[in-house]
C-alpha cells in the first residue's frame, strides 16, 4: 500500500469525520463536497473534533492542529481528486445520487486512484460498472464516532482485484481502525446487519403506539446493560440518515408499514430540523439528554 493523498467526497457527519481522522493519523486530506456552502459547513464541523480528540483521545492541541492544516477543501470535483490514491464517497444515501456522483467522477479521476464506497445499505456491485474501474472499487464503510468506535469494514465484490482489497485493510488500520474483512457482499454489511433491524424494531414501536421513545430505549438500557437505546443511537447516526434508509425500503418493498415510518420521521423531526445530535435536538435534546439523566432507569 502506497496511499499519500486521500480523498473523502461528502461533508456530512461522518464524512467529515473520516476525513479528520485520516488527517490526524498522517495522510494529506482533500475533502470535496457540492458547493462553497456545504464546504464552510464542514470547516466548522470538523473544527468541532478537535475539542473531542482532546477530551477523548488525550491529543494535544500542536496534534489537532496539525492534522486540520493537512486537509484541504474543494467544491470541484477535478481539483479535489487529481493528485488522489484513493477517493471515499461518502455522499448521501440515495442510489441516484451516488450513481450520478461515480459517472463524473469517472470522467476526471487519476488512472491509478482507487475508489471506495462507505454506503452503509447499498452494494458496491450496484455501482460497479458506473465507477469506470471496477477492479479498483469497493466498500469501506465506518462507524458514527470514527475515533471512538474505530471499525473499518471492508467489503469486496466480485470484480474487485485482491490487492486492492488488501491494500484497503492495511490503509484501514493505518488511519488507527480495527480492520474488518468481509468476503462476499452483504447488505448491511456486518454492523448494519445487526444494528438496523434492531433501529427499525424500535421505530415501529414507536410508530405503532406500542411505548413512547423514553419507554422503549429504558426497556433496552435495563435488560441489556447497553449504555443507548434505539433512538439515542439514531440521534447519533442521523435521523435524516435513519429515513433515507426507509424510503430505500418503501421503494423495494412497498411495505406500509416502512412508509408510516418515513412519513412520521419527515413531519415529526425532519420537517422540524431535529435531525439529532448534528442540530441539538432530534429524540432527545442535547448536550444534556434525557438518558443520561442518573434517574433515567429508576422507577
Known amino acids: 500500500m502506497d496511499y ?7 461533508s456530512g457527519v461522518l464524512g467529515s469525520q473520516i476525513a479528520y481522522q ?5 495522510f494529506n486530506v482533500s475533502v470535496f463536497d457540492i458547493n462553497d456552502e456545504a464546504i464552510e459547513i464542514a470547516k466548522d464541523r470538523i473544527q468541532k ?16 492542529d496539525n492534522a486540520y492544516n ?15 490514491d ?9 442510489v441516484d445520487i451516488k450513481m450520478d456522483f461515480y459517472k463524473k467522477l469517472a470522467q476526471v479521476a487519476p488512472n491509478h486512484t482507487i475508489f471506495a464506497t462507505n454506503s452503509s445499505t447499498l452494494l458496491p456491485s450496484q455501482f460497479a460498472e458506473a465507477t469506470g474501474r471496477p477492479d479498483k472499487f469497493l466498500a469501506l464503510h465506518f462507524a458514527n464516532e470514527i475515533w471512538n468506535n474505530n471499525t473499518a469494514e471492508i467489503m469486496k465484490h466480485p470484480g474487485t482485484d485482491e490487492k486492492v482489497f488488501q491494500d484497503i485493510i492495511e490503509f484501514a488500520k493505518a488511519i488507527g481502525m480495527v480492520a474488518l474483512p468481509l468476503y462476499k457482499e452483504q447488505p448491511g454489511y456486518i454492523l448494519n446487519s445487526l444494528l438496523v433491524p434492531f433501529l427499525e424494531a424500535g421505530q415501529k414501536l414507536l410508530v405503532n403506539g406500542i411505548a413512547d421513545v423514553e419507554t422503549i430505549d429504558k426497556t433496552w438500557m435495563i435488560a441489556t446493560g447497553a449504555p443507548q437505546g434505539p ?29 408510516r415510518m418515513a412519513d412520521f420521521l419527515k413531519t415529526e423531526y ?23 439523566d442518573p434517574g433515567f432507569l429508576d422507577n
Do not use: H
Request: charged fraction near 25%; avoid cysteine.
Open 231 to 259: 433512538f439515542a443511537i439514531l440521534d447519533v447516526v442521523g435521523i435524516r440518515t435513519a429515513y433515507n434508509i426507509t424510503v430505500a425500503k418503501v421503494k423495494a418493498t412497498g411495505d406500509e408499514e416502512f412508509q
Open 4 to 10: 499519500k493523498n486521500i480523498t473523502v467526497a461528502g
Open 49 to 64: 473534533l478537535k475539542a473531542r480528540y482532546q477530551e477523548d483521545l488525550g491529543a494535544t492541541q500542536e496534534e489537532v
Open 86 to 94: 484513493l477517493l471515499i464517497e461518502a455522499v448521501p444515501e440515495v
Open 70 to 84: 493537512r486537509m484541504n477543501f474543494y467544491s470541484d470535483l477535478s481539483k479535489a481528486v487529481s493528485s488522489a
Open 270 to 292: 425532519i420537517d422540524k430540523g431535529k435531525l439529532g445530535i448534528e442540530t441539538g435536538e432530534g429524540f432527545y435534546k442535547y448536550p444534556n439528554p434525557m438518558f443520561k
Open 22 to 26: 485520516t488527517a490526524y493519523k498522517g
